[in-house]
Structure formats: C-alpha cells, structure tokens
C-alpha cells in the first residue's frame, strides 16, 4: 500500500486534496445542519453566482478548442433541461445538481491530468484555486440537495459522491482516457460541462432564490461571482496535453 501510495502521480495526489477539502465541507454543514437549513437560499445564491461564472469561463477555454464548443454547451444546457421535464419535480431537482456538479467535478480531475502534465510546478499553483473552490462545491451540493426535499444522510451521501469522489475518478481515468486524445475531445468536454452549469446557475438555482425573496442573496450571488471569477485565473490552455499512463500500466500489472 506505501508503495503505491509513492508511486502516485501529482495530479491524482492534487485530487485527492480536493477530495479532501469538499468532505471537509460537508462535515461543517453536518456540524450546523440547522444553521445551513435556515440559511439555504444564501448558499444558493452564492451556489449560482460560482456555477454561472464558472460556467462563462470555461467555455472560451471549450471554444478555443472546438469549434463545435456552441452545440456541445447547448447539449449540455438542454440535457439537465430535460432531465428537469422528464423527472418528476422533486425527482429532477435532486438529479440535475447531481450531473452537473458531478461532471463538473470530473472535469476538474481531467484538469488535473492536463495541468501536472503540461507542467509540474504550474498544476501545483493552479490546483490552488480549482482545490480552493471544492469545499464551496461540497456546501452548494449538499445545500441544493436538501433545499429539494433530500434528507440529511442523503444529502451528505450524494454531496460525497457529487463533489468528492469524481474528482479523483476524473484524475484517475484522464491517465488513461486522454492518452493520444485530441484537445477537440477535451474542448467537447468542458463545453458540456459549461452548458450544464449555465443551466444550473442561470436557470435551476433562481427558482429556489426567488421563493424566500431575501434581498441579501443578492450579496451573497455577487460574491460567488467574484470569487468564482478570481479562481478562474488558475484553469489554462489543454492543447499543449501529452499524456503519461505509466502509472495507470504499473498499478494494472499488480
């Protein structure tokens, strides 16, 4: 076990950090249950704020890689949308968060893999800021998820899985799956992901913000706005992606 532990590359350690830092959210919202109950729609608020300028700014990264980045952000806006239609109304409440944040932090694993590759000592500095905003991610999930009608344990389970665990998975297979993928491939990804997210924040999100009318909210979307738009300084390029799966072969052959 030690020694695989060594073996591992910087991006899936990175990973797991941010694993790390959005379980250590959710266990400060278990700690106040009823203070985040009490106080959902101002984490929602914020939730939107991140998620719409998170969405903005992946997809110029999406579009310099794909010219086709429009049609994949508006399939990725239109599938939650459907999700949201098809389902029924709690049903697709629970579910829409769950695939958006979910593939968004899948996404941030693939990154990973892009950044360290790219450069070691650059995937440090910008795991900086996509590691910093995984505690937020775990709060706005599980906070979503109970502002749906979703039970404590619920929550905190499907908020585990949302914003924890496909961090790493992503991480993990970018090992893999991106090994001789073009930046086309990775720009579809990010522009679904982008257009997911849009929905999310622009369109899933203010329903429940506009039910409590709490004129601080306002504030609270705002903040999630800048900081999101801070932290967008730490994403870069993808086209410069050589991959390694050295490590993926080694821990296969165990």
């Known amino acids: 076990m030690g020694s695989l532990t060594s073996?591992?590359?910087?991006?899936?350690?990175?990973?797991?950090?941010?694993?790390?830092?959005?379980?250590?959210?959710?266990?400060?919202?278990?700690?106040?249950d009823e203070w985040a109950t009490r106080n959902r729609v101002l984490f929602t608020a914020f939730a939107a704020g991140v998620l719409v300028t998170t969405a903005l700014t992946l997809f110029p990264e999406a579009l310099e890689a794909t010219a086709s980045a429009p049609l994949y952000a508006l399939l990725g806006y239109l599938g939650l949308y459907g999700i949201n239609l098809f389902f029924t109304r709690t049903g697709g409440a629970i579910i829409a968060p769950l695939i958006a944040i979910g593939l968004h932090s899948y996404i941030d694993g693939f990154?990973?893999?892009?950044?360290?590759?790219?450069?070691?000592?650059?995937?440090?500095?910008?795991?900086?800021?996509?590691i910093a905003h995984e505690f937020a991610e775990g709060v706005i999930l599980y906070s979503v998820l109970r502002a749906a009608g979703v039970g404590t344990v619920g929550a905190m389970i499907g908020s585990f899985i949302g914003a924890a665990v496909t961090t790493p998975v992503g991480a993990i297979t970018s090992q893999v799956v991106l090994d001789g993928s073009s930046p086309e491939t990775v720009g579809m990804l990010l522009a679904v992901a982008s257009g997911a997210l849009l929905y999310l924040g622009a369109t899933h999100l203010p329903g429940h913000i506009q039910q409590e009318r709490r004129p601080l909210a306002v504030v609270f979307y705002?903040?999630?706005?800048?900081?999101?738009m801070g932290l967008s300084f730490g994403h870069t390029g993808h086209e410069q992606y050589i991959p390694d799966n050295e490590w993926v072969q080694s821990l296969l052959s165990r």
Do not use: K, M, Q
């Open 111 to 130: 990154e990973y893999g892009i950044l360290f590759d790219h450069d070691i000592s650059l995937g440090w500095t910008a795991s900086f800021g996509l």
């Open 7 to 32: 073996t591992l590359p910087p991006a899936v350690v990175a990973s797991l950090v941010a694993a790390l830092v959005a379980t250590l959210g959710l266990v400060t919202v278990l700690l106040r």
């Open 222 to 228: 705002l903040v999630g706005a800048v900081l999101a």
